[in-house]
């Protein structure tokens, strides 16, 4: 998860685990592009990720809601269902969705994931909002990008200082180093049952926009 290296993810997790915006209720998260071919993907490999048959999936949907189905998950756990939508809006040259949203439903709560390959420009791309019972926090995308907070006190919201990043939450190499070595402190967005769970999430949201039908988790068979 490239956002996991975020000083400004970790800070705004860390932050509505602790209690700071009151009880979590909502988790926004948009990722977005005009596409893997014009992100600069090779033929190569567009065209296994193009084939549904090959890469045993889909497009937009299992690419890109899964940051948005992890961050849920890792917020306010498992939802009690899953429903979504996704489509080819604008690439006709392709035969994959080339965006997808997945709504999550929780008995106090609910989460958005949503995906798209063909979206002009970065504005509202890979912003991540928390909405609390006291408190929202919006994360801007990107090194360098900033925390936010808004309250009933601060309605406009402010800058959240970020502390220092220990070394070990920098970036993925040094992060499996540290958890190998007996480090205590694990990444949430990297704990297998989070990342497990964010699966189950998508192949929950395939089947609902397949079978255009809410669909309960966990899944049964």
């Given at each position: 998860?490239?956002?996991?290296?975020?000083?400004?993810?970790q800070?705004?997790?860390?932050?509505?685990q602790e209690g700071t915006i009151g009880r979590v209720w909502n988790v926004k998260y948009r990722a977005a592009h005009a596409g893997p071919k014009e992100l600069g993907c090779s033929d190569e490999f567009c065209e296994w990720l193009f084939d549904p048959q090959l890469n045993g999936s889909g497009g937009a949907l299992m690419d890109y809601c899964c940051y948005g189905a992890v961050l849920a998950r890792v917020l306010l756990g498992m939802p009690a269902s899953v429903a979504s939508l996704m489509g080819n809006f604008c690439k006709d040259s392709i035969s994959v969705e080339d965006n997808a949203l997945i709504a999550m439903k929780y008995p106090q709560g609910m989460a958005t994931a949503?995906?798209?390959?063909?979206?002009?420009?970065?504005?509202?791309?890979?912003?991540?909002?928390?909405?609390?019972?006291?408190?929202?926090?919006?994360?801007?995308?990107?090194?360098?990008?900033?925390?936010?907070?808004?309250?009933?006190?601060?309605?406009?919201g402010s800058p959240v200082e970020?502390?220092?990043?220990?070394?070990?939450?920098?970036?993925?190499?040094?992060?499996?180093?540290?958890?190998?070595?007996?480090?205590?402190?694990?990444?949430?967005?990297?704990?297998?049952?989070?990342?497990?769970?964010?699966?189950?999430?998508l192949e929950a949201g395939l089947a609902a926009s397949r079978d255009g039908r809410e669909v309960g988790l966990p899944i049964t068979t």
């Amino acid at each position: 998860w490239p956002f996991a290296w975020w000083p400004q993810m970790q800070h705004a997790i860390r932050l509505a685990q602790e209690g700071t915006i009151g009880r979590v209720w909502n988790v926004k998260y948009r990722a977005a592009h005009a596409g893997p071919k014009e992100l600069g993907c090779s033929d190569e490999f567009c065209e296994w990720l193009f084939d549904p048959q090959l890469n045993g999936s889909g497009g937009a949907l299992m690419d890109y809601c899964c940051y948005g189905a992890v961050l849920a998950r890792v917020l306010l756990g498992m939802p009690a269902s899953v429903a979504s939508l996704m489509g080819n809006f604008c690439k006709d040259s392709i035969s994959v969705e080339d965006n997808a949203l997945i709504a999550m439903k929780y008995p106090q709560g609910m989460a958005t994931a949503e995906a798209s390959w063909t979206q002009i420009g970065k504005l509202t791309s890979y912003t991540t909002a928390i909405y609390g019972t006291e408190g929202t926090l919006l994360v801007e995308p990107r090194d360098g990008g900033r925390l936010l907070l808004a309250t009933e006190t601060d309605p406009e919201g402010s800058p959240v200082e970020l502390p220092e990043q220990p070394l070990h939450l920098r970036d993925s190499a040094a992060h499996f180093l540290h958890v190998i070595s007996g480090g205590e402190d694990q990444m949430p967005l990297c704990e297998a049952e989070a990342c497990r769970d964010a699966q189950e999430i998508l192949e929950a949201g395939l089947a609902a926009s397949r079978d255009g039908r809410e669909v309960g988790l966990p899944i049964t068979t």
